[in-house]
């Protein structure tokens, strides 16, 4: 029987191939590193082809596992958001690296769009800001600047990584792929209308991205296309960016639900229904996911740097051999000894929104040890969520409750010290990958396993609370040292 969903969830140092059953039990899993390139300072790239041959391998890996492609109901596909990929439709090979949403190269043009008094319009139509971070302004830059773009002409083809996916899955001999992205994806590339769903000429003018060249937008459950490259057709039935994903694997299904995922960055999103929200504190609104023509909304806060940072203390400063031992670090000294680390090391995401922004270390002395870092680390995660959580507030929502995930979540002593500086309920799920969760829920929906995302929600699974007991005295010192910290890197960028 036909009931396993393959998930397909291509991260920002990963790509993965999961395998589902319907009652959400993770039966299988094949990861691969994808490699990270750096080619001048402020400029981050990634391989499409490393990014199509690696994901193609473990996507094989599991169905292997599973028996073959006819155990295989419905793919699934979820990714990192705002990256770009620039493809020939004919050959289906790349034209140029993939632009990774954390690259910075267009700050300047980001910053004269603002000063010439674009940013209102911007985000009136597609409730983002004029920043580097979203794939518009990355679309305009290449098609300046790499000429092999241009001289494609209608052969070119551009699109977020579950655009390339799809078109690689759905390509065969003589055959072009499906040239499609979800609602979701489009809606964090500055070129779609949020409140119409469709992309907007207006926009595609502004930023000089080709229209001819983007994909169809479709919804988040459905049929689109099928692959053959397994030894059977498998429909391609759900899609969402990783953000979306997980909020839907963590059943933010009501307005005022709230998730938060720290994975190499740290996104928040908050259901807020059918009418698009609007952010007067510098957060994003969003599309949470479309089905059936129909648009639910969120209102998103985005930190650039979670568990990338992390790494960078592991691999960069070699402060410990694994993450792992991050937990132990924190618990072996009571308190930060008065060190903040600021973790700008992408700039800073909402609500500060300065992309010029460098990361710092302050408050060192003689008696700071590696302990008092990384756990200054950790603490920075609920110190940048606090941020957040006030910014939400004074837009009138307020949290009640976070549901976490992500890889940096396993470590308890981060979700404990999350609860006491953010003073509410924590909630981890037992299954923490709660991105390919959600992909797989959308899949299952557009196969026809479940009717809707309620009935879908049953894949969440069982969770785990962390609740406040910080004392109130020793939480507003820790928040006050952290404002002064932040403040003091926003005021250096800016000026």
């Keep these: 029987m036909s009931d396993l969903i393959l998930v397909i969830d291509e991260g920002t140092t990963s790509t993965?191939?999961?395998?589902?059953?319907?009652?959400?039990?993770?039966?299988?899993?094949?990861?691969?590193?994808?490699?990270?390139?750096?080619?001048?300072?402020?400029?981050?790239?990634?391989?499409?082809?490393?990014?199509?041959?690696?994901?193609?391998?473990?996507?094989?890996?599991?169905?292997?596992?599973?028996?073959?492609?006819?155990?295989?109901?419905?793919?699934?596909?979820?990714?990192?958001?705002?990256?770009?990929?620039?493809?020939?439709?004919?050959?289906?090979?790349?034209?140029?690296?993939?632009?990774?949403?954390?690259?910075?190269?267009?700050?300047?043009?980001?910053?004269?769009?603002?000063?010439?008094?674009?940013?209102?319009?911007?985000?009136?139509?597609?409730?983002?800001?004029?920043?580097?971070?979203?794939?518009?302004?990355?679309?305009?830059?290449?098609?300046?600047?790499?000429?092999?773009?241009?001289?494609?002409?209608?052969?070119?083809?551009?699109?977020?990584?579950?655009?390339?996916?799809?078109?690689?899955?759905t390509a065969g001999e003589g055959r072009a792929g499906e040239h499609v992205t979800d609602a979701t994806n489009a809606s964090r590339t500055a070129l779609m209308a949020i409140g119409s769903g469709n992309w907007d000429d207006g926009l595609i003018e502004l930023f000089g991205a080709p229209r001819k060249a983007l994909p169809e937008i479709v919804d988040c459950a459905g049929r689109f296309g099928e692959t053959t490259l397994f030894g059977a057709p498998i429909p391609i039935c759900g899609i969402a960016g990783d953000q979306q994903a997980a909020t839907i694997g963590q059943s933010c299904l009501q307005v005022g639900d709230t998730k938060a995922t720290f994975g190499t960055g740290a996104f928040v999103l908050t259901q807020a229904g059918r009418i698009p929200p609007t952010s007067h504190n510098r957060l994003l609104s969003t599309i949470a996911w479309q089905i059936g023509g129909r648009r639910a909304y969120a209102l998103e806060g985005s930190v650039f740097v979670a568990g990338s940072l992390i790494k960078w203390l592991r691999d960069s400063l070699g402060l410990f051999g694994n993450a792992a031992e991050t937990e132990?670090?924190?618990?072996?000294?009571?308190?930060?000894?008065?060190?903040?680390?600021?973790?700008?090391?992408?700039?800073?995401?909402?609500?500060?929104?300065?992309?010029?922004?460098?990361?710092?270390?302050?408050?060192?002395?003689?008696?700071?040890?590696?302990?008092?870092?990384?756990?200054?680390?950790?603490?920075?995660?609920?110190?940048?969520?606090?941020?957040?959580?006030?910014?939400?507030?004074?837009?009138g929502v307020d949290w009640n409750c976070v549901r976490i995930d992500g890889g940096m979540v396993a470590n308890d002593w981060m979700a404990q010290d999350m609860a006491d500086i953010l003073n509410i309920e924590v909630e981890r799920p037992e299954f923490a990958e709660t991105t390919a969760l959600g992909a797989a829920m959308l899949a299952g929906i557009g196969s026809g396993l479940f009717k809707d995302l309620d009935a879908a929600s049953v894949m969440r699974g069982k969770v785990e609370t962390f609740r406040p007991s910080m004392d109130e005295d020793l939480r507003q010192h820790r928040l006050s040292g952290w404002q002064r910290a932040v403040k003091s890197v926003v005021v250096a960028a800016s000026g």
């Excluded at 059953?21 to 990861?31: E, I, L, M, S, Y």
């Design 328 to 395: 132990a670090l924190a618990r072996s000294v009571k308190d930060n000894g008065g060190t903040y680390l600021v973790p700008a090391l992408s700039g800073l995401g909402a609500p500060w929104w300065e992309p010029d922004a460098r990361g710092t270390i302050s408050g060192l002395s003689f008696s700071t040890g590696k302990a008092h870092i990384v756990r200054a680390a950790l603490e920075a995660m609920a110190h940048q969520a606090h941020d957040l959580k006030t910014a939400f507030a004074a837009d």
């Design 16 to 169: 993965r191939a999961m395998l589902f059953k319907p009652d959400g039990t993770c039966v299988a899993v094949q990861a691969d590193d994808l490699t990270q390139h750096y080619p001048e300072s402020g400029r981050v790239e990634h391989d499409p082809s490393e990014i199509w041959t690696k994901t193609l391998a473990v996507a094989r890996a599991v169905i292997d596992k599973a028996g073959g492609a006819d155990r295989i109901a419905a793919i699934g596909i979820t990714n990192q958001r705002e990256t770009l990929v620039f493809w020939d439709k004919e050959t289906g090979e790349p034209l140029a690296p993939a632009i990774v949403w954390q690259d910075r190269r267009t700050a300047a043009t980001c910053r004269a769009m603002k000063e010439a008094g674009h940013e209102p319009t911007v985000q009136a139509k597609t409730g983002l800001l004029l920043d580097p971070y979203f794939s518009g302004s990355k679309i305009g830059w290449a098609m300046e600047n790499w000429p092999q773009l241009k001289e494609a002409g209608d052969r070119l083809a551009i699109g977020t990584i579950e655009s390339w996916l799809i078109w690689k899955l």
